[in-house]
C-alpha cells in the first residue's frame, strides 16, 4: 500500500518560515516524481513545485517569487517544501504527490501525472 504523509503545516504569521515534509512508503521514492500542491479557500488545487526522480526541480507559478525551495531525500523517502516568507495569500492545504509522469526527466504541474497524494497538511497564514 503506498501511503503519503504530509507534515509541518500551521497557523504562522506574515513574513515567517515553514518547512513542510512528505514521508512517502509502499514504493522505491527515487523512481518517481514528486510535487507539492496547494489548494487555497474557493480555490482549485494547483502545482507548487515538482522535483523529477533525477532531481530537476521545477517551480510553478506559486512558487515563481522564489521564496519556496523544493527537495528530497530519497534514503529518507522524504520529499520537502521549504517555504519563507509567507504571505497570507499562501494560505491553503498543501498536498504531497507522487508519479512516474510522461517523461522520464523532468516533472510537470499536471495533477493527473501523480497517481498517489497524501491526505495535506493545512498551512495557515495570517497576522
Known amino acids: 500500500q503506498v501511503l503519503l504523509v504530509e507534515s509541518g503545516g500551521g497557523f504562522v504569521q506574515p513574513g515567517t518560515s515553514l518547512r513542510l515534509s512528505c514521508t512517502v512508503s509502499g514504493l522505491t521514492f527515487g523512481d518517481y516524481h514528486a510535487g507539492w500542491f496547494r489548494q487555497g479557500p474557493g480555490k482549485e488545487r494547483e502545482a507548487v513545485s515538482c522535483i523529477s526522480r533525477i532531481g530537476t526541480v521545477t517551480y510553478f507559478e506559486a512558487s515563481k517569487e522564489g521564496r519556496f525551495t523544493i527537495a528530497r531525500d530519497n534514503d529518507k523517502n522524504t520529499l520537502y517544501l521549504q517555504m519563507t516568507s509567507l504571505k497570507p495569500e499562501d494560505t491553503g492545504m498543501y498536498y504531497c504527490?507522487?508519479?512516474?509522469?510522461?517523461?522520464?526527466?523532468?516533472?510537470?504541474?499536471?495533477?493527473?501525472?501523480?497517481?498517489?497524494w497524501g491526505q495535506g497538511t493545512q498551512v495557515t497564514v495570517s497576522p
Open positions: 504527490a507522487a508519479g512516474s509522469g510522461p517523461l522520464w526527466a523532468s516533472c510537470g504541474a499536471n495533477r493527473s501525472d501523480y497517481p498517489y
